[in-house]
């Protein structure tokens, strides 16, 4: 495999990561509010054990998935949560002042999946000073604070997506990646499985530089337009998130150009649709509902003081048109 450049007109384009301001329980537009009004006196001492979860954003179906495992979890467990996250996935300094007013409600545990891998590090050790357990949850931190980290194993997913689309473009042919982003430990590693994997072992795949889309649906699609047509003769295009991948898909009827391989990440409706539609081959679903329950069964155990593991896979899979009927598959797809 060669990883090559792309031409003039599609640089590689910085991330800024960032997540909207919210404090406490008050509604703004990147709040996900609370599984039991108690959250307040929960966390200064009532009898449900508190736990404060800040995510990436409310952007995609799949943080309203992870949020659904979450609120269920904790009514099995006794537990009260907040589950909040920012609007969008590129505002960092928001979900800091997220964690930091979290914080401040005394809860009993944090759940935190990071936008940036650095840039929480001086909240958790506040957290874990104040005794204080974290549980991470879809990306990680450069920390060994969290007690354990819920998600999926994101590189050997892209590995499975990049195993697919050579597959189906027989081992031969350029192709084009569209990352949402190359700062949270997920950005990178679904980035990363998949070129590695072409590079292990698709020697006549040829690799445009991926691309930076921010999980955006409109600027993936001016990044697929720009890509076309800088690349008469792309095969594929592999999408990193649902916004990415459903950026490729609209960019492309925008060209109204047909014949490319589309290969994406979670699911949701309009994935769904475009798989099922033939516009997109298929893509790798998680298990979001899995991963709420998760950070929540976790904190409780820490909370009690038992030991867990530093990480807890929640599992991936392949789906396309063959097998999305399936109940197994059904059962991790999101809408």
Partial sequence: MRIRSLT????????????????????????????????????????????????KGFQHQFWQAVKKGAEDQAAKD???????????????EGQI??????????????????????????QLQQADSAGIPVIAFDSGVDSDIPKTTCATDSKAAAAEAAKKMSEKLGGKGKVGVIVHDQTSQTGKDRQDGFVEWMAANAPDITLLTPVVG???????????????????????????NEGGAIGIVKGLQELNKTGLTVIGFDSGQAQMDAINSGLMAGAITQNPVGIGECVVSSAMK??????????????????????????????????
């Fill in 78 to 92: 006794g537990a009260t949560i907040t589950f909040e996250g920012p609007a969008t996935e590129r505002e960092v």
């Fill in 302 to 335: 820490a909370i009690k003081g038992e030991t867990l593991e530093k990480t807890i896979d929640t599992g991936f899979y392949w789906y396309d048109k063959a097998n999305i009927n399936d109940p197994k598959i059904q059962a991790v797809l999101y809408q």
């Fill in 97 to 122: 002042t997220m964690l930091t007013n979290a914080m401040a409600k005394s809860p009993k545990a944090i759940g935190l999946a990071a936008l940036d891998t650095k840039a929480a590090l001086q």
């Fill in 214 to 240: 921010d999980g955006d649906q409109a600027k993936s699609a001016d990044l697929l337009k720009a890509m076309v047509a800088s690349n008469s003769d792309l095969a594929g295009v592999y999408g990193t």
């Fill in 8 to 55: 003039t007109g599609l640089a590689v384009t910085t991330v800024a990561l960032g997540l909207a301001a919210c404090g406490g329980n008050s509604a703004s537009p990147g709040t996900g509010g609370t599984a039991d009004a108690g959250a307040g006196a929960a966390g200064a001492g009532g009898e449900k054990p508190y736990i404060a979860i800040v995510s």
